[in-house]
């Protein structure tokens, strides 16, 4: 079937707005993740979603992150009030629940605050 | 904590054979998995090592030894393709996330 989509695949924003990014993780896969990428560093987690189990958090760099799962399907990753420190991709992946350690990704949206 | 270490850079001459090392210290240890990405590209999945020992798929093998914390990703016959970012992740059950990444190592293969 189709791997994991991500929209938009390019964001521009001005300081201060709001974004939602949105993940389609692979069909079956009840576990996903979301990651951070700056420019030429590694992929910083953020959080993931594990079946119907409430997501642990502490990986959101600040209250302006959260993030939703509707049942075993669609996430929305909003930050409110960017900053520019915020530009970044961000990575989705999805697994099955038994297999994390073989994670596939999205191609990212590419967030730019202005 | 949690920390895992692989050289920023590695160059290669095509047609050559690489070793990409990666060692790790997390509170705990289910095995060690790696990642590809080519620039401007999402992370491809490459391997996992749960158990020690070498494990080959093609041109690229892994080996893992859990005494040493240690483990690496070998690429024999290189090709220019495979000039990316390779990346070894842990996974640790004990950490607010199942697979914990390292920085990454910058492939350069050159003619």
């Known amino acids: 079937g189709a791997g994991v989509s991500q929209s938009p695949s390019n964001k521009v924003t001005e300081k201060g707005k709001d974004v939602e990014l949105r993940c389609d993780p692979i069909?079956?896969?009840?576990?996903l993740y979301w990651y951070r990428q700056r420019l030429g560093q590694g992929l910083e987690f953020l959080i993931y979603?594990?079946?119907?189990?409430?997501?642990?958090k502490s990986g959101l760099p600040s209250d302006r992150f959260s993030a939703e799962r509707t049942g075993e399907s669609v996430s929305t990753l909003t930050i409110q009030r960017t900053q520019q420190e915020d530009s970044a991709v961000y990575l989705c992946?999805?697994?099955?629940?038994?297999?994390?350690?073989?994670?596939?990704f999205g191609p990212g949206t590419r967030l730019t605050v202005t | 904590g949690q920390s895992l270490e692989q050289p920023s850079e590695v160059t290669a001459v095509e047609g050559a054979i690489v070793q990409i090392n990666c060692t790790y210290q997390?509170?705990?240890?289910?095995?060690l998995s790696w990642y590809q990405q080519h620039d401007g590209g999402a992370p491809t999945f490459l391997s996992y090592?749960?158990?020690?020992g070498l494990e080959e798929t093609g041109r690229f093998s892994s080996f893992l030894s859990r005494s040493d914390s240690y483990g690496y990703l070998l690429l024999q016959e290189l090709q220019m393709k495979d000039s990316a970012s390779y990346f070894c992740?842990?996974?640790?059950?004990?950490?607010?996330?199942?697979?914990?990444f390292g920085k990454g190592t910058r492939l350069s293969v050159i003619a």
């Open positions: 992946a999805s697994s099955l629940i038994g297999t994390n350690y073989e994670q596939y």
């Open positions: 069909s079956g896969h009840t576990a």
């Open positions: 979603f594990q079946g119907n189990s409430a997501p642990d």
């Open positions: 997390t509170s705990g240890f289910y095995g």
């Open positions: 090592n749960a158990l020690d």
């Open positions: 992740a842990v996974r640790d059950p004990t950490g607010n996330t199942p697979l914990v």
